[in-house]
């Protein structure tokens, strides 16, 4: 099998002007530029995307956005749509992030839309599942990643041109300061590794990088990386610092 390559990827959520997130981008472009074995991405916020397009020209670090609406245009008020963030120099798009479904009604169904309207696109989805604290105490974690993947990822089928990334998430250690453990981590992931074979063949699961987010911190990434089903991170508060994200992509 060939060896998955690690992805870290920084969600910047609604952080940071246009102009601090070019100077954060620049930062951080210098700060890993370099770093071979590993791929870099940051989404900044929808307004700031042009400027960190430019920021980030002749880089190794790819833009991500935060959110795509399933439509390509038309009377859809606040949205933005894959094809816009495509020709602003978009290459991943996140969906169905735990913020999104706790705050913005988000559901395993609108999860599906933007993933095939992502793919339409020609960009590179970042699939978000994960389990709250509540549904983890009453052990149903594996039971609502089954709901999310089979019906988040309904009717996919592999495309080289819009890679599929999934990012666990356990929503009770998002920004909270509480981190799954190494191994927890891993069973998830391994869990969802072994649903993506069921729902699409072992060899696709096997090339599909899961990621983990949830307090990712310099200090615990490389004990996440080292377990062998964990394939990068979703990084949130800890990306918005270029020096401390870049001790992150940094891990070995």
């Known amino acids: 099998m060939e060896k998955r ?9 609604m952080h940071k002007t246009p102009a601090q997130a070019a100077e ?3 930062a951080l472009a210098a700060l890993v530029d370099g770093v071979a074995g590993v791929e870099v991405m940051i989404a900044p916020t929808f307004l700031s995307i042009p400027a960190v397009a430019e920021a980030l020209a002749g880089s ?8 795509l609406f399933w439509e390509n245009e038309g009377a859809y008020t606040g949205e933005v749509s894959g094809p816009m963030l495509k ?5 991943y798009a996140i969906i169905g992030h735990s913020e999104r479904r706790q705050y913005f009604g988000e559901t395993d ?12 696109a020609g960009l590179s989805p970042v699939v978000c599942v994960g389990e709250t604290r509540e549904e983890r105490e009453a052990g149903k ?51 969802i590794r072994g649903l993506l074979a069921k729902m699409l063949g072992r060899g696709f699961a096997d090339a599909t990088r899961i990621l983990y987010g949830g307090s990712v911190k310099p200090g615990n990434i490389a ?13 949130g508060g800890a990306s918005l610092d270029p020096e401390t994200f870049s001790r992150i992509v940094k891990f070995r």
């Open 5 to 13: 390559t690690p992805f870290i990827a920084g969600n910047w959520k």
């Open 24 to 26: 954060a981008a620049r």
């Open 60 to 67: 190794s670090v790819a833009l991500g956005a935060q959110n």
């Open 87 to 91: 020709a602003a120099g978009v290459r």
């Open 109 to 120: 169904e609108t999860v599906n839309r933007r993933l095939f309207a992502a793919a339409a």
């Open 141 to 191: 974690t594996f039971s609502v990643l089954d709901k999310q993947v089979q019906e988040g990822l309904k009717g996919w089928s592999p495309r080289p041109e819009a890679a599929l990334c999934v990012a666990y998430e356990p929503v009770w250690a998002i920004g909270t300061g509480l981190t799954a453990t190494d191994q927890q981590a891993q069973e998830a992931h391994a869990y």
């Open 223 to 235: 004990g996440l990386m080292s377990m062998p089903d964990i394939d990068g991170g979703l990084v």
